[in-house]
């Protein structure tokens, strides 16, 4: 199971990507809602969630968190509670986590970062806390995979699928979806 945690503010792209891909992979994949069913994203695009934060589950079937950018989405995923339960379960068990553009900082903030490569928005390095900032657009540090921004939002989820199939499989989804440099 793979949560993608969706906050008002949400940037569209970085959410809708990686969920396409990772359901494209086969992977389980469930949208949750921060406050509700029905969010909003940072460019007025109203996306219907699978359940809501009341609904999730932490358990042995988690494989992976996804966590997208956008503000005030990321501020918004910040102030949750469950987002902040469910990093905690994930990083004390290992389990993936994925961040990208501005969603990185709230690892930052979080100190898990440190010592780690990882990359953010342009401008939100300072609040990678400890991190050796990449030169990549998307880095993998063991178990967390950070990413720049909506412009690398599908080679985030090409990594992000790629990690928990294979990269023979991530090679093939890429090619099914023509996406070039894979």
């Known amino acids: 199971m793979i949560y993608v945690f969706l906050a008002n503010g949400f940037e569209e792209v970085e959410a809708l990507a990686p969920i396409d891909l990772l359901r494209r992979s086969g992977k389980e994949v469930q949208v949750v809602g921060i406050g509700g069913k029905s969010i909003t994203g940072s460019h007025g695009i109203t ?4 359940i809501s934060d009341k609904e999730i589950i932490l358990g042995k079937e988690l494989e992976m968190i996804v966590l997208p950018g ?3 989405g ?7 509670e469950t987002v902040q339960t469910a990093i905690d379960f994930c990083a004390e068990r290992k389990i993936f986590i994925g961040a990208i553009c501005a969603a990185p900082s709230i690892l930052g903030h979080k100190g898990l970062l440190s010592g780690r490569e990882a990359i953010a928005y342009p401008g939100f390095e300072t609040q990678l806390t400890g991190a050796k900032i990449s030169e990549h657009s998307v880095v993998q540090s063991d178990y967390i995979i950070t990413a720049q921004g909506a412009g690398v939002a599908l080679p985030f989820g090409l990594k992000l699928a790629e990690v928990l199939t294979s990269a023979e499989k991530a090679k093939k989804l890429a090619e099914a ?3 070039p440099e894979h």
Do not use: A, F, I, R
């Open 74 to 80: 990321t501020l918004n995923l910040e102030k949750s």
């Open 47 to 50: 996306v219907q969630t699978d």
């Open 70 to 72: 956008g503000m005030p």
């Open 177 to 179: 979806v023509c996406y």
